[in-house]
């Protein structure tokens, strides 16, 4: 009789190793954003008239979780695997400001294709006639890694190259041997 040969077991061992780590490799896509302005009239269904709460077929998150009004990011997003404890990292510039400001919209997102409303809102936005100048909006999975973002077309480019320094004049230019000092 020969003896078996470890080959399978070390390959089943392998595998049995591998198997989460490869799992856990889900692909997430983000298809597409739109960002503008809503009113908080835009939010309202006909349920609401009747005593219900809101209720939307996609999932909204506010900044401010009372107030409807602002500008919102309608994200669709496609997972081959369930995103539990993601979070949302929208970042944005107001006209007239050169730093950008951040903000974190915790989420779940499904297996699958689900659309996420993002919205600044209350006093973290400016008011209806207000765009942001540039944007980036990034997902994080649950262990706080980057696996999908999208940003405007201003967002990419790079930073003004800070002005060149003006060229002395010969008069300005100091001298080679300054005199002693007295």
Do not use: C, H
């Given at each position: 009789?020969?003896?078996?040969?470890?080959?399978p077991t070390?390959?089943?061992?392998?595998?049995?190793?591998?198997?989460?780590a490869?799992a856990?490799?889900?692909?997430?896509k983000?298809?597409?954003?739109?960002?503008?302005?809503?009113a908080?009239?835009s939010?309202?269904?006909?349920?609401e008239?009747?005593?219900?709460?809101?209720?939307?077929?996609?999932?909204?998150?506010?900044?401010q979780?009372?107030?409807?009004?602002?500008?919102?990011f309608l994200?669709?997003?496609?997972?081959?695997e369930?995103?539990?404890?993601?979070?949302i990292?929208?970042?944005y510039?107001?006209?007239?400001e050169?730093?950008?400001r951040?903000q974190?919209?915790?989420?779940d997102?499904?297996?699958g294709s689900?659309?996420?409303?993002?919205g600044?809102?209350g006093?973290d936005w400016?008011?209806a006639?207000v765009?942001?100048?540039a944007?980036?909006?990034?997902l994080?999975?649950?262990?706080?890694?980057e696996?999908?973002?999208?940003?405007?077309?201003?967002w990419?480019?790079p930073?003004a190259?800070?002005?060149a320094?003006?060229?002395a004049?010969v008069?300005?230019a100091?001298?080679?041997?300054?005199?002693p000092a007295?």
């Amino acid at each position: 009789m020969r003896p078996r040969s470890p080959r399978p077991t070390l390959i089943a061992l392998a595998a049995m190793v591998l198997a989460p780590a490869l799992a856990s490799a889900a692909e997430v896509k983000l298809v597409r954003v739109w960002p503008d302005y809503r009113a908080a009239d835009s939010f309202t269904r006909i349920a609401e008239y009747f005593g219900g709460k809101e209720k939307a077929p996609e999932l909204i998150v506010r900044s401010q979780p009372a107030s409807r009004d602002g500008y919102y990011f309608l994200a669709r997003f496609q997972s081959t695997e369930a995103q539990p404890g993601s979070i949302i990292a929208l970042e944005y510039i107001l006209p007239g400001e050169d730093a950008a400001r951040v903000q974190f919209f915790p989420v779940d997102l499904p297996k699958g294709s689900r659309a996420v409303l993002a919205g600044l809102t209350g006093a973290d936005w400016p008011g209806a006639t207000v765009a942001p100048t540039a944007w980036r909006l990034r997902l994080l999975g649950p262990a706080g890694v980057e696996v999908a973002r999208e940003q405007s077309f201003l967002w990419s480019l790079p930073a003004a190259a800070a002005p060149a320094p003006e060229a002395a004049s010969v008069d300005a230019a100091p001298a080679a041997n300054p005199p002693p000092a007295s």
